[in-house]
């Protein structure tokens, strides 16, 4: 399927709604970074990955590892959204019991293909399912999200290597680049920079791209495509909260009280069809 | 290698080899200590289902979870000091939490690591790979009981933490012997007068301190309980309700190994006196194995002694 560009910013809309009423009815969950990651989501979802969601565990399908597992409320939209699992599901995100844990868990949810939780730990998982998927002779790809903040974790840059070492060109990370993380911007607390010439250093293919903009993201993955030999990297800038005008322009990123005068906030703007 | 000149790890380098014949989906992972770990002929033999991540134990977990969520049997070992210390936390995320069948096979265990002291003598490894709700946890004795602890563990479906010394071990068990199962011990002497719960390098000293005991009129019924996690509860009970005495025997520290594990199965069902003898609230040192092993008091003089004192507090 091939939704046309806006029908993939309804798409996003519609996935922002879901997570602002998912965190609203938990009362709890990572709203802010959660909304940064949704058109790169909507984008590998409908546009990129080869997926079965009647058969959620199809040998051939493309795998997709949510390193910053604090925004699986996306993940779980967009999965709901697919038909891996009724949208009901949505309502019972965090609560005891739930299909829908906290953090992603693969043994629980149809469609996540690996456990999240502890930063800095996607790509490593994404490499060991590259290695094995190489020698199945398989042809699926393997696409990793991470935050940018979690880069600071020694893990990554281990796991950086380990790609690039092995020439893992089925491996695409793609970083989600807000330029926050918890207590402020990256660049104060921990400096990622630079970004690009780190990366390539490692051994890697980097292009940089809009992380809302689909004909940006498109270019993206176009120009990597043609990149042999070596692991991918999308470096896509991103907003913090994108989509809710009052949480893109939050100081403290996004991390006021969930209220329900909030919540209902959020969803108007949201229904008035931002972007 | 004659008999009594093989350690538990040249057993995992064997039957990595064996399974690997059998089983096209069995693939290991190296941190860049093959040679020591034994699995270099493995390497050697299946260079595509052999995977060196370098000198980088959290990547090794990861990579072997990604391995292992792909359905293959993944085994990836290293030092226990690093593998599991520095992967402890990947371990718990990638491995246990979602529980995948990843094999954690730790070497070099235990102050018979000798000269390399403090550092590379890990002793507190079944404490941490014991807290796990699903991880199986196994110290074979000797190359046989290694052997087959080893391919059991290939049949598993959930995580397993095999632990495994650098030392050669004696023999306590014979070539093919198969009996061991994840969750099971072996009573290797019948006693009616204190039970000696014991694994690894221990189940030898534990054998020769029945001797002694046996000349005290003392009869010590000695069970490897070479499944740590899950304990072999039924056997262990069973044994303390005839004796009404126990003594754990372990190359381990005394926190959070298979004495602790003993001490809480007993106390729970059964309550009677329990003495460890393990490392007591020190780390390692540089040394050769056996003085070491005389040192820390993992002997079996040490094993006689906490047996005496049990007896005379024992449950009648």
Not at chain 1, 244 to 251: K, Q, R, V, Y
Not at chain 2, 304 to 312: G, P, R
């Amino acid at each position: 399927m091939t939704p046309e560009l806006h029908d993939l910013a309804e798409l996003a809309s519609a996935v922002r709604r879901d997570i602002v009423r998912m965190i609203g009815v938990a009362r709890s969950g990572h709203l802010a970074s959660s909304l940064s990651i949704v058109d790169i989501l909507v984008w590998l979802y409908w546009e990129v990955l080869s997926l079965r969601p009647e058969e959620p565990a199809w040998e051939d399908r493309d795998r997709f590892v949510l390193g910053k597992g604090h925004g699986c409320p996306a993940l779980y939209s967009v999965l709901a959204n697919r038909n891996f699992f009724p949208r009901e599901e949505l309502w019972s995100y965090r609560r005891l019991g739930a299909m829908l844990q906290g953090f992603p868990e693969v043994r629980r949810t149809p469609g996540v293909d690996a456990p999240g939780g502890s930063l800095g730990q996607g790509l490593g998982l994404a490499n060991g399912i590259s290695l094995a998927l190489r020698g199945k002779s398989s042809s699926s790809r393997i696409f990793c999200l991470v935050g940018d903040g979690e880069l600071q974790e020694g893990i990554f840059w281990e796991s950086a290597m380990t790609s690039a070492h092995y020439g893992l060109e089925n491996v695409t990370l793609i970083i989600d680049r807000d330029m926050r993380q918890m207590e402020g911007s990256t660049e104060t607390i921990m400096s990622i920079e630079p970004l690009r010439d780190k990366l390539s250093a490692f051994g890697w293919n980097v292009r940089e791209c809009d992380g809302h903009d689909f004909d940006s993201l498109r270019q993206a993955f176009a120009a990597l495509g043609k990149s042999g030999g070596k692991p991918g990297c999308i470096v896509a800038l991103t907003r913090l909260g994108k989509g809710i005008s009052f949480l893109e322009n939050d100081p403290s990123g996004g991390r006021m009280v969930l209220g329900r005068d909030f919540m209902e906030k959020a969803l108007r703007e949201l229904e008035k069809g931002g972007d | 290698m004659a008999a009594g000149e093989r350690s538990t790890r040249d057993a995992f380098g064997q039957a990595l080899l064996e399974l690997a014949d059998i089983d096209e989906e069995l693939v290991v992972v190296d941190g860049d200590v093959g040679s020591s770990t034994r699995v270099s002929r493995f390497a050697g033999r299946f260079p595509d289902r052999f995977f060196s991540v370098g000198m980088a134990e959290q990547d090794m977990i990861l990579t072997a979870a990604g391995l292992a969520l792909c359905g293959l049997n993944v085994y990836v070992s290293s030092f226990a000091s690093f593998l599991v210390g520095r992967g402890y936390e990947q371990i718990r995320s990638a491995v246990a939490i979602p529980s995948l069948p990843v094999k954690i096979v730790g070497s070099h265990c235990g102050v018979t690591v000798g000269e390399d002291g403090a550092s590379h003598q890990m002793l507190e490894d079944l404490a941490l790979m014991r807290v796990f709700p699903n991880m199986t946890v196994l110290v074979p004795a000797d190359y046989a009981s290694a052997l087959s602890l080893v391919k059991k563990s290939s049949e598993m479906a959930s995580p397993v933490y095999i632990r495994l010394g650098r030392a050669p071990s004696p023999d306590i068990y014979g070539d093919g012997d198969d009996g061991f199962v994840p969750g099971g011990g072996r009573v290797l002497r019948e006693g009616a007068d204190v039970t000696v719960c014991c694994c690894g390098i221990m189940v030898f000293e534990a054998l020769r301190a029945a001797d002694i005991l046996a000349r005290q009129n003392i009869s010590a019924e000695v069970i490897d309980c070479y499944s740590v996690s899950p304990l072999p509860a039924q056997q262990i009970l069973e044994s303390v309700h005839r004796t009404g005495c126990c003594v754990a025997a372990e190359e381990h520290f005394a926190r959070g190994g298979l004495g602790e594990a003993v001490a809480s199965l007993v106390s729970g069902a059964y309550p009677v006196p329990v003495k460890q003898v393990a490392v007591f609230d020190r780390f390692g040192q540089s040394g050769s194995p056996a003085e070491l092993q005389e040192y820390y008091g993992l002997t079996a003089s040490q094993i006689v002694s906490a047996a005496v004192q049990v007896w005379t507090m024992r449950r009648r």
